[in-house]
């Protein structure tokens, strides 16, 4: 079992900056792929950024690259998101998820793939 909890979330002006984090407890994490998605009112929920067990490789939605860089550090059991040149339409709940292999950018963009998920924190963006 995975525990996450994420933070980070509130609310910023359009072209600002907010860094999420996604806090873990439980099972080893660095055995765990780690993602992010997202899910606006009225809108399915969509994959945002994921990032592979080591950190060495990266995947992003189209949305966001160039602006989010995702990242984590293993010792601390944390995954982050750093998001610049916000956008009103970046505004949703961000939810953090993880798991145990992301082997292809198919795997790693498709929510089925995680085990575990948080709870999430809203970004509100505004124009």
């Known amino acids: 079992q995975v525990q996450l909890v994420e933070s980070g979330g509130g609310l910023v002006q359009a072209g600002g900056s907010l860094r999420l984090s996604c806090a873990a407890s439980?099972?080893?994490?660095?055995?765990?792929?780690m993602g992010w998605f997202r899910q606006a009112p009225g809108k399915e929920r969509e994959f945002v950024s994921a990032?592979?067990?080591?950190?060495?490789?990266?995947y992003y939605a189209d949305s966001v690259k160039g602006r989010f860089t995702i990242s984590r550090d293993n010792a601390k059991n944390t995954v982050f998101l750093q998001m610049n040149s916000l956008r009103p339409d970046d505004t949703a709940v961000y939810y953090c998820?993880?798991?145990?292999?992301?082997?292809?950018?198919?795997?790693?963009?498709?929510?089925?793939?995680?085990?575990?998920w948080g709870q999430g924190t809203q970004v509100t963006v505004s124009s």
């Open positions: 998820a993880a798991a145990p292999v992301l082997a292809t950018v198919a795997v790693a963009t498709t929510g089925g793939a995680y085990r575990y």
């Open positions: 990032i592979s067990r080591s950190g060495g490789t990266t």
């Open positions: 439980g099972r080893t994490f660095s055995a765990y792929g």
